[in-house]
């Protein structure tokens, strides 16, 4: 990786590159040390790197907004709850926890193993095959699909639609609108059992009425925001193993460790390494001028290994002291983050319980996901 002078276009160059996406902590440990917060003049926008930056920048709404600048024709998934701020996000948020409960997660725990079961099962059915394809990303599409009372036949085609969303792509974004528009007013007629029927009861009871437009995009954020993040955390779950042995052994020997190995990935490997804010006051940070309408990439990815936060950060360490931020930090964290959790755990567990040996093919190609905002492998071909 390039040791030339840190300028902007050298840290772009830098993090455009596979190399540096397969593995970006020597770099970004590097922006820590001499350049913890820089403009980038091509997308004008600021990056911060330590620990107690994004931290400050993630609690401090009142600085640094949620709003992004959408398309003009855009309408769909603008009033989503990562893209606001209080007053109204307390009201969406709470509408969303209403319905969203942890004991409707938590009853979801005997459907996710034996998914996990029939997904491995099915894969096991080849002596390699694609970890990522085959396990990794159906598991959060179905159940996500499945808690929502998605119909999940063609769930491929909602897994490529759910990432085009997560990009913005404008036709999927219109697509999955339209879809929900009429799911809502299918479960405003035929109540089910399930989340969307939820959280039509909750928006037509509730005092202080959210829009017809916020319920819609809360169902997009639902169904996007934790499909390719949890695929990610599970592959990247290998990639740990894969660099501590000696943790294998004793995951099987102490299973219930391994919600503690899970957020030891998160932290060592942050599927979400950035998100965005935008300056709604003139502040200074590191003796620079940050002014209002700038926007700031805040790097969990990196802050998650600070050494001025976490001792020894590139090692995993069970039952560390100080806290991740790859669920974010403040009123946005993270929503799902009990769900990604729980079906993180499962997949290990139950891929450790089945085949104890599976591991990466020696000859296997890494594919990291093409962008810097993210930290994971588009395919993984294990074999045991
Ligand atoms: C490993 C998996 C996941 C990671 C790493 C992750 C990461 C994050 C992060 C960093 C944020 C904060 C965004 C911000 O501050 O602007 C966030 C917010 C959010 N996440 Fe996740 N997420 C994951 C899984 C999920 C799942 C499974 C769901 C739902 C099914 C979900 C739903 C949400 C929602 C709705 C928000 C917005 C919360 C708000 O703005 O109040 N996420 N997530």
């Known amino acids: 990786m390039s040791d030339s002078t840190l300028t902007a276009e050298v840290v772009m160059d830098t993090f455009n590159s596979s190399e540096f996406l397969l593995a970006p902590n020597e770099f970004l440990a590097r922006m820590r040390r001499e350049m913890p ?80 079961e029939e997904l491995l099962g099915k894969a096991l059915e080849q002596p390699n095959f694609d970890f990522i394809l085959e396990y990794a990303n159906p598991l959060p599409v179905i159940v996500i699909a499945e808690i929502m009372g998605v119909p999940t036949e063609g769930h491929e085609h909602f897994t490529d ?74 592959g990247n779950s290998m990639l740990c193993l894969r660099d501590f042995p000696e943790i294998r052994a004793e995951l099987i020997a102490h299973p219930e460790k391994i919600g503690d190995f899970i957020e030891e990935v998160l932290r060592l490997r942050s599927p979400v390494q950035n998100i965005i804010r935008t300056v709604k006051v003139q502040t200074e940070l590191h003796g620079q001028t940050m002014r209002v309408g700038d926007t700031v990439e805040v790097f969990m990815g990196s802050a998650n290994l600070d050494e001025a936060q976490f001792e020894d950060p590139l090692q995993l360490k069970f039952g560390r002291k100080g806290r991740h931020l790859a669920f ?38 890494l594919m990291p996901v093409p962008s810097y905002n993210f930290h994971g492998l588009v395919s993984l071909p294990v074999t045991y």
């Not at 403040?330 to 599976?358: K, T, W, Y």
């Open 328 to 365: 974010g930090n403040g009123i946005h964290f993270c929503l799902g983050a009990p769900l990604a959790r729980l079906e993180a755990v499962i997949a290990i567990r139950h891929m450790l319980e089945r085949v104890p040996n599976l591991r990466i093919q020696d000859d296997a190609d």
């Open 161 to 234: 639609l759910s990432n085009r969303v997560v990009t913005m792509d404008q036709g999927a974004i219109a697509e999955m609108a339209a879809y929900f528009r009429t799911l809502i007013e299918d479960r405003k007629q035929n109540p089910g059992d399930d989340l969307v029927t939820a959280l039509v009861q909750a928006y037509e009871q509730d005092n202080d009425r959210l829009s017809e437009q916020e319920l819609v995009d809360f169902c997009i954020v639902l169904l996007v925001a934790g499909n390719e993040t949890t695929a990610k955390l599970i």
């Open 37 to 116: 917060l820089i403009y980038i003049p091509e997308t004008q926008s600021w990056m911060a790197f330590r620990y107690d930056d994004v931290q400050r920048i993630l609690t401090d709404f009142n600085t640094f907004s949620s709003k992004v600048k959408f398309p003009a024709e855009q309408k769909d998934f603008t009033q989503s709850m990562n893209f606001i701020d209080p007053p109204r996000h307390k009201s969406v948020r709470a509408l969303a926890q209403q319905s969203f409960t942890l004991k409707r997660v938590e009853a979801m725990g005997p459907r996710i193993e034996a998914l996990a």
